[in-house]
C-alpha cells in the first residue's frame, strides 16, 4: 500500500515523479505463478514504480496487494550491469559480437543441435525477471520453430 500523504515513499521510486506524472502501463507479475496484475509507472520511457490495480476487476487474483518482489522488484531493468552488447565465447573467453554475428552464431549452434540430436535434445528455461508477454514469445519461439514442449520457468510462489 502507498501513503496516501505521499510522507513514506519507496527509496527506488523516491523524486522521479509525480502520479499525474507518469504513464500506467497494466501488466501482469511474472515473478511466480499467482499472477498478480500491477501497473508499471513510466515517465520519459523509463519504469519509475510499480503500484497495485485495486479494481477487482482488473485484478482478481491479488485484489491490490502486491508482495515484495512485485512491489520493489523492478529495477534490475535499469540496471548498469544489463548487457548491452552480444557476446561469444571463442577459446574460454567472451568477446563483444554485433547481434547479425552473435544471432547467427545461435542459429547455427541449435540447428547442429536439432539436426544431431533432434528437438527434444534442448529445452528452455525461462526467466521470472522477463514479462509475461515475453515468456508468452519465448515459449511460443520453442513449441513453434524449435519443435519441443521442453519449457519451464523458474518463478517460485
Known amino acids: 500500500m502507498v501513503c496516501p500523504v505521499g510522507a513514506l515513499t519507496s527509496k527506488v521510486s523516491a523524486r522521479k515523479g509525480k502520479s499525474y506524472q507518469v504513464d500506467k502501463v497494466l501488466t ?3 515473478y ?3 499472477g ?8 520519459d520511457d523509463q519504469i519509475v514504480g510499480v503500484t497495485s490495480v485495486r479494481d477487482e476487476n482488473w485484478s482478481p487474483v491479488n485484489r491490490g496487494a502486491l508482495c515484495v518482489k512485485g512491489r520493489f522488484g523492478w529495477d534490475f531493468v535499469t540496471s548498469s550491469d544489463c548487457l548491452t552488447t552480444p557476446l561469444i565465447r571463442e577459446n574460454g573467453e567472451l568477446r563483444p559480437a554485433s547481434w547479425d554475428e552473435a ?7 541449435i540447428k547442429e543441435i536439432k539436426d ?3 528437438s527434444d535434445a534442448m529445452a528452455m528455461f525461462s526467466s521470472a525477471r ?7 514469445l519465448a515459449q511460443k519461439l520453442m513449441r513453434a520453430v524449435i519443435g519441443t514442449n521442453n519449457v519451464d520457468h523458474c518463478a517460485r510462489l
Open 28 to 30: 501482469t507479475c511474472t
Open 130 to 136: 522477463a514479462t509475461n508477454e515475453e515468456n508468452y
Open 103 to 109: 544471432l547467427d552464431f545461435a542459429a547455427g549452434k
Open 32 to 34: 511466480c505463478g499467482t
Open 116 to 118: 544431431k540430436y533432434g
Open 36 to 43: 498478480c496484475t500491477f501497473e508499471l509507472n513510466v515517465k
